[in-house]
């Protein structure tokens, strides 16, 4: 097992590791790293047609990536952040093709737990997609996940057995209406 601080060096360098999120065991991987990205489509057997969740530590580094809230978007997302909820936003920048998928939209979560944040603080944003091959159950464990990834990985962080919905995935319509595509581990009230 890697304790946070060398985790942090890993992925500041590129390395990709196993870390528990919000709400389940992501592979973790720098967002703004292209190469490290692609492994972890290849390490998870993904789709890469499907963007992954983007993890941020404050509403600050949706800038790192061109994305402009109106103020209706920026409400919304006060209230549900920090929080288990995933907002889909657009992206249009073409340096982030590798991320978007030509899709020219990209989910994000700020994540509810603190310690996370402080982590996303010192890494900048992480995808991280759920521990597991694509189709296959999320890892609730790190056995289950060294199941799925062996010695690929650079390093592992244990925090016990973790289950949970994944998060809630929500997008705005055209005039800032939220639309819910995934009801997960967070209940929307009235936004």
Same mark, same amino acid.
């Given at each position: 097992m890697t304790s946070i601080e060398n985790s942090i060096k890993i992925?500041?360098?590129?390395?990709?590791?196993?870390?528990?999120?919000d709400t389940i065991y992501g592979i973790v991987?720098?967002?703004?790293?292209?190469?490290?990205?692609?492994?972890?489509?290849?390490?998870?057997?993904r789709n890469p047609?499907?963007?992954?969740?983007?993890?941020?530590?404050?509403l600050a580094d949706l800038n790192l990536f061109g994305i402009k809230l109106n103020a209706v978007v920026k409400k919304v997302l006060?209230?549900? &952040?920090?929080?288990?909820?995933? =907002?889909?936003?657009?992206?249009?920048?073409? @340096?982030?093709?590798?991320?978007h @998928?030509?899709?020219?939209t990209l989910a994000f979560r700020l994540p509810s737990k603190k310690w996370l944040r402080r982590l996303l603080k010192k890494t900048g944003p992480l995808v991280a997609?759920? $521990?597991? &091959?694509?189709?296959?159950?999320?890892?609730?464990?790190?056995?289950? $996940? @060294?199941k799925y990834f062996e010695n690929r990985i650079d390093f592992y =962080?244990?925090?016990?057995?973790?289950?949970?919905?994944?998060?809630?995935?929500?997008?705005?319509?055209e005039n800032g209406k939220v639309?819910?595509?995934r009801r997960g581990a967070e209940r929307i009230s009235v936004l």
């Open positions: 992925l500041k360098n590129g390395g990709i590791g196993i870390l528990p999120t991987a720098s967002a703004l790293n292209k190469k490290a990205v692609l492994k972890v489509y290849k390490l998870r057997k047609q499907r963007p992954f969740i983007i993890l941020i530590s404050s006060k209230k549900v &952040w920090p929080g288990k909820i995933s =907002v889909i936003l657009k992206c249009n920048s073409k @340096r982030f093709k590798y991320l @998928r030509g899709i020219k997609p759920s $521990a597991n &091959w694509e189709g296959e159950p999320p890892a609730k464990n790190i056995k289950e $996940a @060294r =962080v244990d925090a016990g057995k973790l289950e949970s919905l994944p998060s809630t995935l929500i997008a705005f319509d639309i819910i595509l």
